[in-house]
């Protein structure tokens, strides 16, 4: 199966920390995804990356950004957080060879 | 940005009842994708529609693409507690999988 793995599902962080969401994919996917998810705004994408080392920016990239050293891992960094960044993320992948994105299980971030 | 509007937006029905969710935009779309998500979950794909006019079958969910692949609908009948869960719909403008998504549709469907 393939799986994607988000590696903190809550965390908690204060204002103006640097937070770091990490996510991993064992399917050799080109295509990474980062986007977040708010009530009554849907899923926002917020990086995507085609390859190592690529990064393209999505519809809010403001106040993150990216790092994909490897294939398989894909970094969203909040460089200071704040509170209007409080927010489900979720990170997704896709392979060329077929058309199904796969998502992991989101990452549940709240700045006080 | 490309919009997708979904509609509606909140559904609570009982158990045996029909329903249908559509998916609609101005634009055109390469491909559309249907996903379901439970609370705490990442979403889960349903299907992919690609080719319009094209209708995909999944047990009781069915599945419609537009003739100008500008819209989509699903239509799930004798609802069950189990389909309980966030629908969204997904659009591929780029045919590079950006998706933009839906705002989604919350299903609730009582016993």
Sequence with gaps: DVKVTQSSRYLVKRTGEKVFLECVQDMDHENMFWYRQDPGLGLRLIYFSYDVKMKEKGDIPEGYSVSREKKERFSLILESASTNQTSMYLCASYGTAGNTIYFGEGSWLTVV | ?111
């Design chain 2, 1 to 111: 940005t490309q919009l997708l509007e979904q509609s509606p937006q909140f559904l609570s029905i009982q158990e045996g009842e029909n329903l249908t969710v559509y998916c609609n935009s101005s634009s055109v779309f390469s491909s559309l994708q249907w996903y379901r998500q439970e609370p705490g979950e990442g979403p889960v794909l349903l299907v992919t529609v690609v080719t319009g006019g094209e209708v995909k079958k999944l047990k009781r969910l069915t599945f419609q693409f537009g003739d100008a692949r500008k819209d989509s609908s699903l239509h799930i009948t004798a609802a069950q507690p189990g389909d309980t869960g966030l629908y969204l719909c997904a659009g591929d403008f780029s045919g590079y999988s950006t998706l933009t998504f839906g705002k989604g549709t919350m299903l609730l469907v009582s016993p």
